[in-house]
């Protein structure tokens, strides 16, 4: 049995290897990347610093309150009640927060989880073409998401979970509503006397964003029937209509093993591979280092970094008119680069920790992530 385990789990290392160079290859010469084809890109900016230290490579790992986001089958494998607040500060003084709170079930089969995400920025002002200074207006955009989860260990070694969620987007004047499911499926297992863990999860699955509202209203102005004399008309008000767009549809396939483990202290390598439906796919590696009960004190201290391949960065292939980059996405370059870490007290049944995570995003400089969760 042993044997055979260790098989399967090797071939899924190996697939997921193999998975990385390959989904580089694009058939024929046809670019067909949707770049900017989806609305809604809040949906992707994770849920807490620990996460966002791994760079998304997370999802094979966690199985806290941040599962709600990252993979909702690593839930049902979530040992206490607990919640946390998470706020990133991002690109051009804009701001995402995301806060969550679960419970297990009793027995430990079953856990239930409520989610919820904001990101925006308001009072900035209306440029027009007419009026490139300014015409006194400004503009909000808030946008919104709640997610409730439910997980299920259908194993000891198999729980998968499902989250159903509610978007609002709201942009200036229009507004749009939508509904997605996350599906997420967690693998853990032993090769040896090491623990690994595998995930899959398809994130943002449902419907599409239709945007309406005073912000599309327009005047116009009837042309008269030929031959007729050609006298000035008031503008008629009408309001213009919005095809719908697709939500940013994620599917990750994550994988995380304890490499050394000795006392207190444990290592643990990750790796992901996701392929987003608007934009190239794209692989990250992470690695954490944790220490629990220093002393038996209680005190737990975490370091983690990591590396993500961003391709999308890499426009050489796209026509922009003047703008260019000398980014590329075949050498080693500071974006992609996250680190951090944590802190973390436990005193019999509650647990406080505080965790900070920095992103370097290239062109978009760095961002800032800080989360602080509790259980009990």
């Known amino acids: 049995m042993t044997k055979l385990l260790s098989r399967r789990l090797s071939a899924i290392a190996l697939a997921m290897v193999v998975a990385v160079p390959a989904s580089a290859q694009v058939a024929g010469s046809v670019d067909n990347t949707a770049y900017g ?73 079953r856990s239930v989880g409520v989610s919820l995400g904001t990101f925006g920025f308001s009072d900035q002002p209306v440029y027009t073409i007419d009026d490139p200074e300014g015409d006194g207006r400004t503009y909000s955009v808030s946008e919104t998401f709640v997610g409730f989860t439910y997980s299920q260990n259908f194993s000891d070694r198999f729980s998968a979970g499902i989250t159903a ?13 939508a509904f997605a499911v996350d599906f997420g499926t967690s693998f853990h297992a ?42 000035p008309q008031e503008d008629q008000p009408s309001r213009l209509r919005t095809s719908g767009w697709t939500l940013p549809v994620l599917f990750r396939v994550s994988a995380a093993l304890d490499v050394w483990t000795q006392g207190v202290n444990r290592v643990t390598v990750l790796s992901e591979f ?5 934009t190239k796919p794209s692989a990250g590696l992470g ?79 760095g961002t800032n992530f800080v989360s602080f969760s509790v259980g009990w």
């Open 37 to 109: 084809g989806a609305s809604g890109e809040f949906l992707l900016l994770g849920a807490g610093a620990r996460g966002a230290a791994l760079g998304g490579a997370y999802a094979a790992l966690a199985t806290d309150v941040t599962a709600l986001y990252y993979n909702p089958g690593g839930l049902a494998q979530l040992p206490r009640p607990g919640a946390m607040f998470s706020s990133y500060s991002y690109v051009s003084d804009t701001r995402y927060s995301w806060a969550g709170i679960a419970f297990p079930f009793p027995g430990g089969v």
């Open 165 to 177: 969620k509610f978007i609002n987007d709201g942009l200036g004047e229009t507004n749009a509503s």
């Open 190 to 231: 032993m090769i040896g006397e090491r623990p690994i863990r595998a995930g899959f999860v398809l994130q943002n699955l449902g419907s599409v964003l239709r945007y309406d509202g005073a912000g599309l209203d327009v005047g116009v102005q009837r042309e008269p029937p030929l031959g007729t004399p050609q006298i």
């Open 274 to 278: 996701n392929q987003p439906n608007n």
């Open 287 to 365: 690695l954490e280092w944790a220490a629990s009960n220093l002393g038996n004190t209680g005190f737990s201290v975490a370091a983690r970094g990591s590396y993500s391949i961003n391709p999308d960065n890499n426009i050489d292939d796209i026509s922009l008119g003047t703008l260019s980059t000398s980014i590329s996405s075949s050498s080693f370059t500071s974006d992609g680069v996250a680190v951090g870490g944590g802190v973390g007290y436990t005193r019999g049944n509650l647990h406080f920790g505080f965790d900070y995570a920095y992103r370097n995003l290239g062109p978009l400089e």
